[in-house]
Nanobody, 123 residues
Protein backbone atom coordinates (compact mmCIF):
# COMPACT_ATOMS: atom_id res chain seq x y z
CA UNK A 1 0.00 0.00 0.00
CA UNK A 2 1.06 3.56 -0.71
CA UNK A 3 -0.28 6.50 1.26
CA UNK A 4 -0.40 9.88 -0.46
CA UNK A 5 -0.77 13.18 1.39
CA UNK A 6 -1.42 16.40 -0.50
CA UNK A 7 -0.87 19.99 0.58
CA UNK A 8 -0.76 23.45 -0.94
CA UNK A 9 -4.29 24.12 -2.10
CA UNK A 10 -5.98 27.44 -1.53
CA UNK A 11 -7.79 30.36 -3.11
CA UNK A 12 -6.36 32.72 -5.70
CA UNK A 13 -7.58 35.15 -8.29
CA UNK A 14 -7.46 34.35 -11.96
CA UNK A 15 -3.96 34.71 -13.30
CA UNK A 16 -2.41 33.73 -10.00
CA UNK A 17 -0.27 30.74 -9.07
CA UNK A 18 -0.34 27.89 -6.60
CA UNK A 19 1.96 24.98 -5.88
CA UNK A 20 0.65 21.61 -4.81
CA UNK A 21 2.79 19.05 -3.06
CA UNK A 22 2.24 15.36 -2.43
CA UNK A 23 4.32 13.09 -0.24
CA UNK A 24 4.14 9.33 -0.74
CA UNK A 25 4.82 6.78 1.97
CA UNK A 26 7.12 4.79 -0.28
CA UNK A 27 8.71 5.38 -3.63
CA UNK A 28 6.78 4.93 -6.82
CA UNK A 29 8.31 5.57 -10.21
CA UNK A 30 5.24 7.28 -11.56
CA UNK A 31 3.04 9.90 -9.88
CA UNK A 32 0.52 12.44 -10.98
CA UNK A 33 -2.49 14.61 -10.32
CA UNK A 34 -6.13 14.32 -11.21
CA UNK A 35 -8.89 16.80 -10.39
CA UNK A 36 -12.59 16.82 -9.75
CA UNK A 37 -14.17 20.02 -10.98
CA UNK A 38 -17.79 21.01 -10.28
CA UNK A 39 -20.22 19.39 -12.67
CA UNK A 40 -17.57 17.34 -14.44
CA UNK A 41 -16.10 13.89 -14.18
CA UNK A 42 -12.72 13.41 -12.60
CA UNK A 43 -10.02 14.28 -15.13
CA UNK A 44 -6.32 13.74 -15.50
CA UNK A 45 -4.09 16.79 -15.07
CA UNK A 46 -0.45 15.71 -15.26
CA UNK A 47 1.76 12.68 -14.78
CA UNK A 48 5.51 12.24 -14.41
CA UNK A 49 7.70 9.18 -14.90
CA UNK A 50 10.73 9.37 -12.66
CA UNK A 51 12.73 6.89 -14.75
CA UNK A 52 13.30 9.45 -17.51
CA UNK A 53 11.58 12.59 -16.31
CA UNK A 54 8.89 12.31 -18.96
CA UNK A 55 5.86 14.44 -18.13
CA UNK A 56 2.42 14.22 -19.69
CA UNK A 57 -0.22 16.94 -19.42
CA UNK A 58 -3.88 17.41 -20.18
CA UNK A 59 -4.36 19.81 -23.07
CA UNK A 60 -6.24 22.20 -20.81
CA UNK A 61 -3.17 22.81 -18.62
CA UNK A 62 -0.29 22.57 -21.09
CA UNK A 63 1.94 25.61 -20.90
CA UNK A 64 0.51 26.65 -17.52
CA UNK A 65 1.20 23.72 -15.19
CA UNK A 66 4.49 21.96 -14.49
CA UNK A 67 4.90 18.65 -12.71
CA UNK A 68 8.11 17.43 -11.15
CA UNK A 69 9.24 14.64 -8.84
CA UNK A 70 11.78 14.79 -6.08
CA UNK A 71 13.02 11.24 -5.65
CA UNK A 72 14.96 11.99 -2.49
CA UNK A 73 11.86 13.31 -0.76
CA UNK A 74 9.31 10.94 -2.34
CA UNK A 75 7.42 14.05 -3.37
CA UNK A 76 5.66 15.22 -6.48
CA UNK A 77 5.04 18.91 -7.09
CA UNK A 78 2.52 20.61 -9.33
CA UNK A 79 3.30 24.22 -10.16
CA UNK A 80 0.14 25.90 -11.44
CA UNK A 81 0.47 29.26 -13.18
CA UNK A 82 -1.97 31.56 -14.92
CA UNK A 83 -4.81 29.85 -13.12
CA UNK A 84 -8.30 30.13 -14.52
CA UNK A 85 -11.70 29.82 -12.82
CA UNK A 86 -12.23 26.53 -14.65
CA UNK A 87 -9.23 25.11 -12.78
CA UNK A 88 -11.29 25.23 -9.61
CA UNK A 89 -11.76 21.83 -8.03
CA UNK A 90 -10.36 19.21 -5.72
CA UNK A 91 -6.93 18.01 -6.77
CA UNK A 92 -5.87 14.48 -5.93
CA UNK A 93 -2.40 13.03 -5.94
CA UNK A 94 -2.34 9.61 -7.51
CA UNK A 95 0.06 6.76 -8.20
CA UNK A 96 -0.20 3.46 -10.06
CA UNK A 97 0.49 -0.06 -8.93
CA UNK A 98 3.10 -2.03 -10.84
CA UNK A 99 1.81 -2.84 -14.28
CA UNK A 100 -0.38 0.18 -14.73
CA UNK A 101 0.67 2.48 -17.56
CA UNK A 102 2.43 5.70 -16.62
CA UNK A 103 0.72 8.39 -18.66
CA UNK A 104 -2.02 10.97 -18.26
CA UNK A 105 -4.46 8.87 -20.24
CA UNK A 106 -4.33 6.07 -17.69
CA UNK A 107 -4.27 8.11 -14.51
CA UNK A 108 -7.96 7.98 -13.73
CA UNK A 109 -7.63 4.28 -13.04
CA UNK A 110 -4.48 4.34 -10.96
CA UNK A 111 -4.75 2.41 -7.73
CA UNK A 112 -3.59 4.94 -5.16
CA UNK A 113 -5.12 8.33 -4.45
CA UNK A 114 -4.80 10.90 -1.67
CA UNK A 115 -7.59 12.70 0.16
CA UNK A 116 -7.43 15.74 -2.08
CA UNK A 117 -6.79 19.43 -1.69
CA UNK A 118 -9.15 22.23 -2.73
CA UNK A 119 -8.12 24.79 -5.33
CA UNK A 120 -10.41 27.77 -5.87
CA UNK A 121 -9.79 30.34 -8.59
CA UNK A 122 -11.97 33.43 -8.62
CA UNK A 123 -12.53 35.66 -11.60
Amino acid sequence: QVQLVESGGGSVQAGGSLRLSCVESKYTQCMGWVRQTPGKEREAVAAVDDSDGYADYANSVKGRFHISKDRAKNTVLLEMNNLKPEDTGVYYCTAPVRGQVCDAGSMINWAYRGQGTQVTVSS
